[in-house]
């Protein structure tokens, strides 16, 4: 069986969904991934990669021409569409070590076309912070919010804006913050109606979930003009 065996790509995943395909290199070895890459290639496709380290990223071969983010752990192979504006989707971080996350939603919504603005390090240690970047959030029909340790900060913002509110509980966090457990368990049980919540750390589900929200607003909105 050769490493080729061992894949199948999803290219009708946009046309199905409206999402492209991902690779989450997490677990799998750079000879996997090259030939992912290789096979991407010989279709002309793009590609977007997640949770790719820089160890295993210097590891591949010559076929993986990409554009690496080492903080968000996310790389682009091939040609995506290009970022329009305007941007739809703000990504508020509570603070800056929630901000790889932030990167990851970030780095997914413009592999997708999509522009968003980063609001980043206003979490409720200091709610001036927020209050004073609150209009410039309320400009954007979804927002996404990243925070751990006691994950105030979704609970705060959904209480405040009339949009769409994601909310991505991260691993943030000393002792009883469990790897993002407690911040979890926080938006599920928050009180502010309507919160969507994603798995920890998971920036790239929640800019999948700005895309669904965003995509059929997009469908709709022929119908709401007539």
């Not at 496709?45 to 210097?58: G, H, M, Q, V």
């Not at 709610?127 to 004073?132: A, F, G, I, P, S």
């Not at 929200?213 to 709401?224: D, K």
């Amino acid at each position: 069986m050769s490493v080729a065996d061992e894949f199948t790509l999803d290219f009708a995943r946009p046309e199905r969904i409206g999402l492209e395909e991902a690779i989450f290199c997490a677990g799998k070895s750079p000879e996997q991934i090259d030939a992912i890459l290789v096979a991407a290639g010989d279709r002309g496709a793009s590609l977007f990669l997640t949770r790719l380290d820089p160890e295993k990223c210097s590891r591949l071969g010559a076929a993986a021409r990409l554009d690496y983010c080492p903080v968000s752990r996310t790389a682009v192979f091939g040609q995506p569409p290009a970022v329009a504006g305007p941007a739809r989707v703000a990504v508020v971080a509570a603070g800056t070590s929630d901000v790889p996350v932030a990167r990851e939603t970030l780095r997914t919504l413009g592999y997708a076309g999509r522009a968003a603005t980063l609001f980043a390090d206003v979490g409720v240690a200091g709610l001036w912070r927020l209050t004073t970047r609150l209009e410039e959030i309320r400009a954007h029909p979804v927002v996404i919010v990243a925070a751990g340790m006691d994950a105030a900060l979704p609970s705060v913002v959904g209480g405040l804006v009339a949009g769409a509110v994601i909310a991505v509980p991260t691993s943030v966090g000393y002792g009883v913050a469990a790897g993002g457990r407690t911040a979890l368990d926080a938006v599920l049980a928050s009180c502010a109606p309507g919160i969507t919540v994603v798995n920890i750390d998971n920036g790239y589900g929640a800019a999948c979930a700005a895309l669904r929200l965003l995509n059929a607003a997009s469908r709709l909105a022929p119908e709401v003009e007539r």
